[in-house]
């Protein structure tokens, strides 16, 4: 089993930054991948980054692509992601996810594909203001 706990959001103005955490604890799985998703109300929740196990490549949206930045630290059990040119648009809770995408090699789409993350964090909210 595995939890997650988001934690660094609050309040930005347009153009600001900002850094979100995701702290990872209990079982350890070496090919678990970890992605950054939001939701605004109203909305679904959507895809916003992803990374794999080892740091070596890394997914993000269309949106976001240019302005966030995703990256972890094993040796912390940490992702981050580091949210630059922020938007109103981008204000919703973060969550992050984690868990075996596939049983073979992940492709892209299946990364930004929410039902394949079986483990969630409680959320962090970011809002930004206009």
């Known amino acids: 089993q595995v939890q997650l706990v988001e934690s660094g959001g609050g309040l930005v103005q347009a153009g600001g930054s900002l850094r979100v955490s995701c702290a990872a604890s209990g079982r350890t799985v070496s090919n678990y991948a970890t992605g950054w998703f939001r939701q605004a109300p109203g909305k679904e929740r959507e895809f916003v980054a992803a990374i794999t196990w080892s740091g070596g490549s890394t997914y993000y949206a269309d949106s976001v692509k240019g302005r966030f930045t995703i990256s972890r630290d094993n040796a912390k059990n940490t992702v981050y992601l580091q949210l630059n040119s922020l938007k109103p648009e981008d204000t919703a809770v973060y969550y992050c996810?984690?868990?075996?995408?596939?049983?073979?090699?992940?492709?892209?789409?299946?990364?930004?594909?929410?039902?394949?993350?079986?483990?969630w964090g409680q959320g962090t909210q970011v809002t930004v203001s206009s």
């Open positions: 996810a984690t868990g075996r995408l596939s049983l073979g090699i992940p492709t892209a789409a299946m990364y930004a594909d929410r039902r394949r993350y079986a483990y």
